[in-house]
């Protein structure tokens, strides 16, 4: 068997990356329990939170460790989630060891290339998209376009600098009205409404919200209320950058 400081190495980091990834405090919890189990340890207890986790592996009765696991950033990365999955999988089976997993899963870790491009294309086209869907006009699609793009090019190095997330809303919310509004000068035949409504759906916290229900109808009402919150007070803050932003539009009349 592995030696057991490896084993516990290797579980801690499948389930940081699992929730630094957006994924369920439920699915770490599984993934260190199975882990565990396939490396031969027999009795594992493990809380996870969306900010940490604390797990102890118990050998024996008089022979146990435990380790604490903050988790600092957290952002949705779903192919992470994917590849660690994976090898949670191959260790339950066996097909795995404690050394190859925390190999594979430290890899998993390392900081990617960004695909700035193809990040704020997606986002441009889903803003634009929404804006027709919330009965936009094509003055208004084009608008929004360009919002979404802007916005998710600011955001990116916001993310880099680790500007808190609340903020970031806060400043989304605001860029996208102002570029709105500032659209529908240059457009007279858009609408600054639809504009505003589809481009902040790429900013809308729908992943945060269907985790907080999930690990809530699964009985873990800390982290369940924990993420419902987060996703309330990241609404807040985009509406507030909007509101903001309307009202001293409004003030200096234009």
């Known amino acids: 068997m592995d030696s ?3 084993t516990l190495d290797a579980v801690c980091l499948a389930s940081q990356i699992i929730l630094e990834s957006g994924g369920e405090t439920y699915r770490a919890e599984e993934t260190v329990e199975r882990m565990a189990q396939g490396l031969g340890i027999p009795r594992v207890d493990v809380l996870a939170l969306p900010t940490g986790l604390m797990l102890t592996l118990t050998l024996k009765e008089d022979a146990s460790i435990s380790r604490l696991v903050r988790v600092h ?7 992470r989630i994917d590849e660690c999955n994976n090898v949670s999988r191959m260790v339950a089976d066996g097909r795995m ?3 190859e997993a925390l190999k594979a899963l430290t890899d998993i870790k390392r900081p990617r290339k960004e695909k700035r491009g193809a990040m704020i294309a997606a986002s441009a086209v889903t803003a634009a998209c929404f804006t027709v869907m919330l009965g936009g006009s094509w003055y208004d699609f084009a608008i929004s376009f360009f919002c979404g793009a802007l916005v998710q090019w600011v955001l990116t190095p916001l993310s880099r600098m680790r500007v808190p997330p609340l903020i970031s809303s806060m ?8 570029l709105a509004l500032v659209g529908t000068l240059v457009l007279k035949e858009a609408h600054v409404e639809p504009i505003i409504a589809g481009a902040i759906m790429p ?3 729908g992943l945060a919200t269907t985790n907080a229900m999930r690990d809530t109808i699964r009985g873990d009402l800390v982290s369940g209320g924990a993420r419902l919150g987060e996703a309330i007070l990241s609404v807040m803050m985009l509406a507030a950058g909007i509101g903001l932003t309307l009202s001293m539009w409004g003030g200096v009349g234009l």
Do not use: F, K, Y
């Not at 950033?73 to 192919?79: A, E, I, K, Q």
């Not at 400043?171 to 102002?178: E, K, N, Q």
């Open 97 to 99: 060891n404690a050394e």
């Open 203 to 205: 900013l809308l916290p």
């Open 171 to 178: 400043i989304a919310g605001a860029l996208t009205t102002l």
């Open 4 to 6: 057991i400081t490896t």
């Open 73 to 79: 950033s957290r952002n949705t990365d779903l192919s």
